[in-house]
């Protein structure tokens, strides 16, 4: 290797850009990590120091940065010791926290409860709990779509993953809900073990209540085929045979339906958001699900192309997960830095979305940049990677595709919806980027 083409070495962070001791930059990332993605790009470049929880990250940011770690092309990166440090001990054992050949097994398997058939099954079970669920909705000039949103997508994951709450109580179903809540928001927290009141102590105990409910459910789910996910996952096997345990599917269910029920809700509310900010989009949209029925396959849920361009446009302005986490297993190289062995990885997807170099205008709402005329998501194979990519890519991103949409369909053809121009959801970064304040939305029926 000629010198000029040795690796640099990471740059020294700046004095100010250390923050609290133990935190690090933790309230920074929390306030607005947007923010904080353009101040370490800016200051650093694509490969940053970040000190983060008492240990100094790596922040990889723009699109050829990402694409690196993501296609991991020198098998430098792992997802175990990286997602497992955030949410581990919570997601033990989900297909994102496993690695090489384990991870390839695992994943060969559940590709096999997302096929198209399957979905268009998912599809078809969707409708009624959508149905039930926005009919209940009671519309008002400050309605908090956002809780809404998140019992209605709980509904439907009742429904598509458990094979119907018929057997389960309102009760139980919150309690289902609250353990989801304290394992997602687990992510964040400082003190990292199992003592009551903490986040920690708090996932733990939601770990526990959903193993409980789970195992509770598997042997009629292995004694029965029926076509919800549960089942579907106790019966899965590919053509040599490989199925997974009753141990792996606890820790699958349990991590897919952390992994489907936020990301779903935050992307809808997103779009409802700006489809309320935007009623010339709301209008289109609408045009094209009133051509359709109430209750659409999943081939017809496809026609939906303006929804489709909504839909992609808000998961570039608001990626659910804008950072994914990384752990450097041997030395590397990563645009000309060297990253050494043992390095917790951040890469910061989120940034390539709304890069001045990618995308024109970048933080306006238009959805037509996605369109067949323009495609700006071609600018770089990474410019927009909400669901991430190499071998970890979402499996569930076209199941999200469809509930999304089922959802955003039925919603256009019964209700019509409004939100202030100049309205900035506040959003609470310590998990998932969320809106506090439940984001309000002006709901008529139509
Ligand atoms: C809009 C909604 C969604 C978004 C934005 C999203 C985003 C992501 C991202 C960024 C990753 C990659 C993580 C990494 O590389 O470390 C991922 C992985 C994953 N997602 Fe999604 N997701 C969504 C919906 C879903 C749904 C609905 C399901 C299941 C029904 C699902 C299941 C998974 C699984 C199992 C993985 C791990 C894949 C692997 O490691 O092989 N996701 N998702």
Not at 36 to 49: D, F, K
Not at 256 to 268: C, F, K, Q, Y
Not at 318 to 323: E, F, L, Q, S, T
Not at 364 to 371: C, K, M, Q
Request: some cysteine.
């Amino acid at each position: 290797m000629a010198t000029d083409q040795l690796p640099r070495d990471l740059p020294a962070v700046r004095p100010t850009d250390r923050g609290l001791p133990v935190l690090g930059r933790v309230t920074a990332y929390a306030k607005d990590p947007v923010a904080l993605m353009r101040h370490q790009w800016e200051t650093y470049g694509p490969v940053s120091p970040f000190p983060f929880l008492g240990q100094t990250f790596v922040m990889l940011l723009g699109p050829d940065a990402c694409e690196e770690a993501l296609r991991n092309a020198d098998k430098a990166f792992a997802n175990g010791p990286a997602w497992g440090r955030l949410v581990g001990p919570f997601f033990h054992r989900g297909l994102m926290l496993l690695d090489a050949e384990e991870h390839h097994t695992h994943r060969r398997i559940m590709q096999e409860a997302f096929t198209r058939d399957r979905l268009t099954g998912y599809v078809t079970m969707m409708h009624p709990a959508i149905e039930r669920g926005l009919a209940s909705w009671r519309p008002d000039t400050d309605f908090r779509c956002y809780p809404a949103l998140k019992q209605l997508t709980l509904d439907v994951a009742a429904d598509i993953f458990m094979g119907g709450a018929a057997h389960t109580s309102r009760a139980e179903m919150e309690e289902v809900n609250a353990a989801f809540i304290a394992c997602v928001q687990a992510a964040a927290g400082v003190v990292r073990a199992d003592v009551p009141l903490t986040r920690w102590g708090r996932a733990y105990r939601g770990r526990r209540v959903l193993e409980r409910f789970l195992r509770q459910y598997l042997p009629a789910k292995r004694a029965e085929r029926t076509d919800d996910l549960f089942s579907v996952l106790c019966h899965v096997e590919t053509e040599d045979g490989s199925r997974f345990s009753d141990e792996d599917v606890v820790n699958h269910m349990i991590f897919l339906m952390m992994a489907a029920h936020d990301t779903s809700t935050i992307t809808t509310s997103t779009m409802l958001q700006h489809l309320g900010q935007h009623p010339e989009w709301q209008e289109r949209c609408r045009a094209e699900s009133q051509a359709l029925g109430d209750a659409p396959t999943l081939a017809e849920l496809e026609q939906l192309t303006s929804l489709d361009l909504v839909m992609k446009e808000s998961l570039r302005l608001r990626a659910p997960v804008p950072m994914l986490a990384r752990h450097a297993v041997k030395d590397t190289v990563v645009q000309g830095v060297r990253v050494p062995a043992g390095s917790h990885v951040a890469v910061g997807v989120q940034h390539s979305h709304l890069m001045p170099e990618l995308w024109t205008d970048p933080t306006r709402f238009d959805p037509d940049r996605f369109g067949p005329e323009r495609r700006e998501d071609k600018s770089h194979r990474y410019a927009w990677s909400p669901f991430g990519g190499g071998v970890h890519k979402c499996i569930g991103l076209h199941f999200a595709g469809a509930e999304v949409k089922a959802i955003l369909h039925r919603l256009l053809r019964t209700h019509r919806w409004s939100v202030d121009p100049s309205y900035v959801a506040p959003l609470d970064n310590h998990s998932l980027p969320f809106p506090k304040d439940g984001q309000p939305i002006d709901l008529a029926r139509l």
